[in-house]
């Protein structure tokens, strides 16, 4: 069985898809962005793919891929929240919906912090758009779009460090996440391509800076995913899938508050 495989472009993904091998035609990799992804793997067109986390809940076939994420432990830089008015005050934000998960955490923030919870217009999130006759009153940016403005002037919220500030857990943005009958020898390619990826994140910074010359020189794109990246899928990061979810279970009653998430058996 030839299995489909979807990975995004971002640069906090590249430690666990650059290795992957392009040329095993026992899987065909499909690149999208985290929001297509899901819609992919939700309609069969692929059997696994690096999503946003909260996707994990949608559907009872559904497992993560045990091993490795893409989490934060406070400051992250890649999900940025730019304001024109102070945090409590806020009432529209403009988002695109490429990762769900940062677009949940924004609302989960203002639920922590007993505040209503935010208008979202969804649209190109840019910062141009504060240029518009009737700009939003905060933009969220998130991957490298958001690292690309990280010397901007204007006033942000770090979505990561907001979190961890809130709760002292780290937050989990993305999982490998699967259906049930997926072949146990996928999770040793994908363990296998993020211990090569994960070694060569100093090649992999040099590589993005010279192509992004915009965004990140060297060393501030491997201080990125040094430091501000974290990748092991451990207890803390499951715990905070868990606390995550039951914070949006409360602002969304639809929600089953006693979801667990389910992990791929790979002894089998």
């Known amino acids: 069985m030839k ?19 392009r040329e ?10 985290p929001s297509e992804l899901a819609n992919h793997l939700k309609s069969g067109e692929i059997d696994v793919g690096l999503v946003p986390q909260v996707e994990a809940c949608r559907d009872a076939r559904y497992r993560i891929v045990p091993g490795h994420c893409i989490s934060c432990d ?3 830089g890649s999900i940025l929240l730019f304001c024109r008015k102070e945090w409590r005050d806020l009432g529209v934000v403009a988002v695109d919906q490429a990762s769900s998960s940062s677009v949940a955490l924004l609302q989960v923030l203002r639920h922590l912090d007993g505040l209503p919870p935010l208008e979202l217009m969804e649209t190109r999130s840019d910062l141009s758009l504060f240029e518009n006759p009737n700009p939003p009153e905060a933009i969220l940016l998130i991957g490298d779009a958001a690292l690309g ?3 901007s002037p204007l006033e942000r919220i770090d979505l990561g460090q907001a979190w961890k500030e809130r709760t002292g857990l780290p ?3 993305a999982v490998w996440l699967a259906r049930d009958e997926l072949p146990t020898w996928v999770v040793a390619g994908l363990g296998e391509a993020a211990r090569l990826g994960l070694a060569s994140r100093d090649q992999i910074a040099n ?3 010279r192509s992004h010359p915009e965004i990140f020189d060297r060393s501030a794109a491997s201080d990125y995913l040094h430091r501000c990246i974290c990748y092991h899928l451990g207890k803390e990061q499951q715990e ?3 606390s995550f979810h039951r914070l949006r279970a409360e602002i969304d009653p639809r929600l089953d508050r006693d979801w667990y998430p389910r992990y791929l058996e790979v002894d089998r």
């Not at 995004?8 to 992957?20: E, G, R, S, T, V």
């Not at 095993?24 to 962005?33: G, K, N, Q």
Request: net charge negative.
């Open 3 to 21: 299995i489909r495989l979807g990975t995004i472009d971002f640069l906090n993904a590249l430690p666990l898809c650059d290795k992957l091998s």
């Open 24 to 33: 095993d035609d026992r899987w065909e990799i499909v690149e999208a962005l």
């Open 74 to 76: 406070g400051e992250v």
């Open 149 to 151: 403005h990280l010397s």
């Open 171 to 173: 937050f989990v943005f």
């Open 207 to 209: 590589d993005f800076s």
């Open 240 to 242: 905070a899938l868990v």
